[in-house]
């Protein structure tokens, strides 16, 4: 049958893929369109939906695409830059400022179609940097947003013209710290564009292996298994399509891993029949070797990539097995956040995106039956095919491991660079009973759709939570140069904390596995594993002087796509516990908990 359908134009905003995902789960087909299209390429649509972008702005130059989508008679809606670009082009104003990051408050100014069910006042996530400050005669704000503890107002977080049917939120609705995002996005897509719900995900699994099945031909696929929820997925899937006879499994053991995390996995995929065809390579020495002295996150993970396909072809060549395609658990945020469409911006390079794969996928010779889907889908896949829930539900740990959550540094930040950011930090904490001080290290972070490399801040008091979290807001939305804050769970900072020269070492490795096992121990405990969605643990290469070198941070998040997410909070005796269990670590002088949303920061600290 014709299903209606919805057109998402990808400016490369880290969510456009989202938008779309968002609008399939409505039973609405969506379709990623590019901003250069035709005009033919948009006409078959009910509406159409403008995504943010990274690296364009409304404020600046025209941006380059297909204006004539404003003359096609079907409603449209803009998210961020979509928003930005649809005030513009009817004659409203946009700016450079206004700045927000995080939650805000949207008030709606009046009942509207697009807000049918919804509260006057609406929980909504935002990132920019631009803001629309007047609209053209056809429009009305819709409304505006109170963000921070002070509750400053920024106009026309939603706009609309119903004559026009043109509409822009400033805000993402499609992320899911928009509490309601969902049903806004249902508003539109089936209430103002008026699309009938009639496409179904229910054969989404048949659909993959269908698609498997032509990509691969009579050919066969030698998977790398990590082990995790993707992969393991990716498997049963490609065992269905392929039959046993041609599917072969390589698990890697790059000395990144867990505590006994290796052992574990090959039990596991025992357990599901895949005994016979999986291989197991210990390549600890290899990985540890590659990354002997470097200290930046990028190369780091660009040499743990590499080292997983010249161990993958080594294998290859050595188990006989020459004419296969190498296939990979990838899941869309890999893809989205190594810079994979058009004009997203890198924020980490995957180990599944390193060049060297990118060249295999161009030639062809990559399958990856996952590579559309986010974390939430796979799972929902892997409990449709049987697979046990432990294991659909266990935390996601990223593909190069330990390795991106062992941070290292050469020792030479230069802290007098610092003062003034900790000056403008201070000021802001106070009021809340908080001491800041700024690290002198860097971590990623992501802002308004661009990579971040910036500096924590180590915030010291009493808290309680909710009060350190809306600091750490504050700071964010004032102080540039900062895209993460860290709760100190001692009640003092050491009087000088200093940039410590640190590589990847097996002892430091070590050390961080023991630490994570304890802050897994514990979650388990207190029943908060199935609570909390991820829980790296990192080691930060810092000196306190006379009380060691290394410090503990531990990162708890909710989210449900790893898209966007927000601090987990842990309750006072699990904190307690924790610092003194981390503390008693040999060299290890401090712990803090990460109270970072995303953005600005990233889960992962590189
Ligand atoms: P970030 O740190 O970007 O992480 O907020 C989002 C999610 O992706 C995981 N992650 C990775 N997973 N290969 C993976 O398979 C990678 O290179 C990689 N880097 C980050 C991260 O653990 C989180 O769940």
Known sequence: MEHDAVAVIDFGGQYAHLIATKVRALGVLAEIRQPEDPIERFQSYQGIIISG?????????????????YDLPVPILGFCFGHQEIAKHYGGQVIHGGREWGPADLQLVRPHPLFEGLGATERVWMSHFDSVTAVGPDFEELGYTLSGTAGERHGFAAIGSDRLRRYGFQFHPEVDDTVHGERMIANFVLGICGCRPTWTTSNYAAEIIDRVRTQVGDGRVFLLASGGVDSTVAARLLAEALGPDRLRLLHIDNGLMRQDES????????Q?????????????DEFLTALAGVTDPETKRRHIGATFVTVFEREARRLGITDHLLGQGTIYPDTIETGGTRRADVIKTHHNRVPVIEDMIAAGRVVEPLAELYKVEVRRLGEALGLPPELVWRHPFPGPGLGIRLLCADGGEDTAALAPLGAAAAAIAAPYGLAAMPLPIRSVGVKADLRSYEHPLLLTGAGPWDQVVAAAGQIFQAVAGVNRCVWNLEPEAPPEIRPAAATVTRARLDLLRAADARVMDALRRHGLYEVIWQCPTVLVPLAAPGRGDEFVVIRPVLSERAMTAAPAELPPAVRAELRDALL????VWGVGLDVTSKPPGTIEWE
């Open 263 to 270: 052992r574990q996995v090959l039990h596991n995929l025992a």
């Open 272 to 284: 599901m029949g895949l005994g016979a065809q999986t291989h197991f390579v210990d390549a600890t």
């Open 584 to 587: 008693a670590l040999p060299g």
């Open 53 to 69: 972008s990274p690296s364009l702005s409304a404020f600046g130059e025209d941006a380059d695409y297909t204006r004539a989508i």
